[in-house]
């Protein structure tokens, strides 16, 4: 990346004097997941100056765009060449930038079977704490010279720097997609899940919802056919792309806010649980993806209630949409990791300016 | 007169050191999991890469957790490097012992605690060897899918420290993401672990930075690795090309096809000579490159891959196309392959091989770069190619008994890194950094950039003591690297390890 761009030199100027002044930067794109994570505070530092795809090789399997670059645009460019970014990342609202996706690090339902944006990010250029540009990783599949940093800012919700340039994997889009659905309830449907990821069927992704569970394929044509045919199963009646589409991005009824029938205190959480965990109890309402591994729960259960559920299950959760956030939003980690965490941000962020509080009280 | 004086006072200080060490670690470990002789620790003074030697303080062979905590805390207490061991089988020096620290061997924590087909998982001590994790899991049809080429002897926990890769990660991925949990120790001695058994963490991602970190931030005991349904099928297509760069360019169309080849390897000319010599697989020895193919799946996917892959080599100017026709073939097309590196040692005293990646489509130039670099520093090199992760394999031959090839050998490794780096590439692409390509990560990158690594390590092991030395060149270290480079282009003292 170009480190005398102008907008990059602005936004190093702004870094340097919070730096300074120890005052509090909120890191923001498009503002599309604002809701996620802990309450951001501090001045805006809009990385949206920063825009454009630097470089696409479609033989490379690589695209590097700068942080601020609409997602849609970097989709519509990828999809133009017969690409995608597999993991498909959660758009939520119109607007959402590259930089943005990597600094949630959230995926969408291909997830159990691609991989999450971690496994995608190659390269990133970034601004730390004292407002130095500094670049990790590359353009290239296998790199391990030096720690693996720009892996380490997927998902960190901004607490360690800017990201400014990112370089990401990308994959052919498969050639053939299809849907099936199966009536069956939760604990049939998960052991469905369970017992079908150990055969090399092409399992993109899964969803069970109001006892239905929904299987996708994609890969070569033959493949595809093969599985419809052995698993059976009834068709979509509606547009399962929509229907999948929906789901990634929460437009689907389950995570649409229904804000006029919910009772006010009902929050969505994301309990993470390994795949072969068994059904969860909680009041309210259930979403299921990621072949068994997420189980959204739409509750008003208390939060030590959530948490205690998904930590028998060996898991974790999220308290992903809440009007009132004061349980916390992560789970909390045990101490040395946390001292890991708080070291990790002052080697970073020594004066402490960058998203402050997003993702721990203190972080 | 003084030089000898001052060494003996060295070598006291050292014994002194060591009685003082054996002492504290004694109250925690049985004798026989405590070697300080030196007959006994000369073993463990180098890995794979056996240019560079040092005899550890003392070696420790703990047999639990409980023990691997004691003895960090007891060194986190008395300020001990301590330097993690697996199989010994790295590249790069990364298990290069310290002269005043503890080699930790995880020799004993060999045990497969289970595999759990329904998850397809298995939780594996880091000492279980990369293939006795397949051998294990083949029972419930499944396998792990890093291939490291010294797959029968590494250990799963030198894969994690290394980030392996192998022959299939084109497809599969690396180590990264093949691992879901691992569990370890912090140079204080207290239990951590990273990822989960879930597809995710809270907090900060942790793995990311602790695989591949080779030993300096945590030892790490036990790891939870993904298993992958064993494919019902296997195919692989070997294909001759007449020149170098057809064969290069062949390797960004298949690419560029949409097609995603379970291994996609290249050999040229001599190294394809070595190797017949050595399994006689019946190579094309014509062929100026070879390039290995394969498609796995069910019947159907590598049928259908198979017939579009052979279009695309043949469109590419392949000049010979055979297609393996059952298993017994396909293993034989791979023998050459997998046994590149000894079959190296065969036709020459000494290699040096180097590991760097470039961007893919760069390939045919960098062969062409290194064809000359034959000439310029009169050594011979074969190479052999992740070609499809554009990871790079040259081995440089020579001979190390004649200081002049050595020599050149190094000045020729350095000039394939940093030409790779100039194509946009990096010095390792899967073996590591250790104590071997410390000059290169100066060439790689800025000051600002390894002085945020080493904050990350101070982040994970404040007093530097897991593995110091290792990966992370300093300030002056490159100052003194950069100044060689530009006023002599040669390093003095070449018979020097240099760390």
Known sequence: MDNQSPALQQLADQVIRANERKTALEIRGGGTKAFYGEAACGQMLDTRSLCGISSYEPTELVITARAGTPLAEL?????????????????????GTIGGMVAAGLAGPARASVGSVRDYVLGITMLNGRGEMLTFGGQVMKNVAGYDVSRLMAGSLGVLGVICEVSLKVLPVPPVSATLAFDLGEADALKMLNSLSANPLPLNASAWYQDRLYLRF??????????????????????????????????????????????????????????TAAPIALPGEQFIEWGGAVRWWRTNASASAVRQAAAQQGGHATLFRAADKSAGVFSPLPNPLMQIHRQLKQAFDPAGIFNPGRMYPGL | MYAAASESIEIRKQQARRAEVVAALARVLPSNAILSRSEDTTPYECDGLSAYRQTPLVVVLPEN?????????????????????????????????HALGVTLSLAKFNRIIRIDPRSRTAV??????????????????????????????????GNVAENAGGVHCLKYGLTLHNVLRIRGFTAEGDLVEFGSAGLDTPGLELMSVVVGSEGMLAVITEVTVRLLPVPK???????????????GNAVSSVIAAGLLPAGLELMDKPM???????????????????????????????????????????????????????????????????????????????????????????????????????????????????????????????????????????????????????????VTGEHGVGVEKLNSMCVQFSPAEREQMFAIKRAFDPEGLLNPGKVLPTLHRCAEYGKMHVHRGLLPFPELPRF
């Open chain 2, 124 to 157: 594996v001590q880091c000492g279980v060897r990369n293939l006795a994790i397949s051998d294990a899991a083949r029972e419930f049809g499944l396998f792990y899918a890093p291939d490291p080429s010294s797959q029968i002897a590494c250990t799963i926990g």
């Open chain 2, 233 to 247: 099928q296997a195919c692989c297509i070997m294909a001759s090309f007449g020149d170098i760069e057809s064969a």
């Open chain 1, 75 to 95: 989709e519509a460019a990828l999809s133009e060449r017969g690409q995608c970014l597999p993991f498909e990342p959660p758009r939520f609202a119109p607007g």
């Open chain 2, 65 to 97: 957790e409980t023990q691997v905590a004691d003895i960090l805390r007891i060194c986190h207490r008395l300020k001990v490097p301590v330097v993690a061991r697996g199989a010994g089988t790295g590249l790069s020096g990364g298990a290069l012992p």
């Open chain 1, 218 to 275: 994609k890969g070569a044509r033959a493949a595809v056919r093969s599985a419809c045919e052995t698993l059976g199963g009834s068709q979509l009646d509606c547009d399962a792309t929509a229907w999948w589409e929906s789901v990634r991005d929460h437009h689907h009824p389950f995570f649409a806010t229904k804000s006029a029938n919910d009772a006010p205190a009902q929050c969505l959480w994301r309990v993470s649980v390994p795949d």
């Open chain 2, 272 to 426: 394809t000579a070595a190797v017949e010599d050595f399994v006689h697989a019946g190579y094309d020895l014509e062929a100026a490159a070879i390039l290995l193919c394969e498609s796995d799946g069910t019947r159907e996917e590598v049928e259908e891959e198979i017939a579009r892959m052979i279009g695309v080599l043949k469109a590419s100017g392949a000049t010979r196309i055979e297609v393996s026709e059952d298993e017994a073939q396909r293993l034989k097309f791979w023998s050459g392959r997998k046994n590149a590196f000894p079959a190296s040692g065969r036709i020459s005293p000494d290699y040096m091989c180097m590991d760097s990646t470039i961007p893919r489509k760069r390939l045919a130039e960098m062969l062409l770069a290194i064809e000359s670099m034959q000439e310029k520093y009169q050594l011979r090199c074969v190479n052999v190619f992740h070609a499809g992760d554009g990871n790079l394999h040259p081995l440089i031959l020579f001979d190390a008994n004649d200081p002049d090839q050595l020599h050149r050998c190094e000045r020729f490794g350095a000039e394939i890194l940093e030409t790779s780096v100039r194509l946009g590439g990096t």
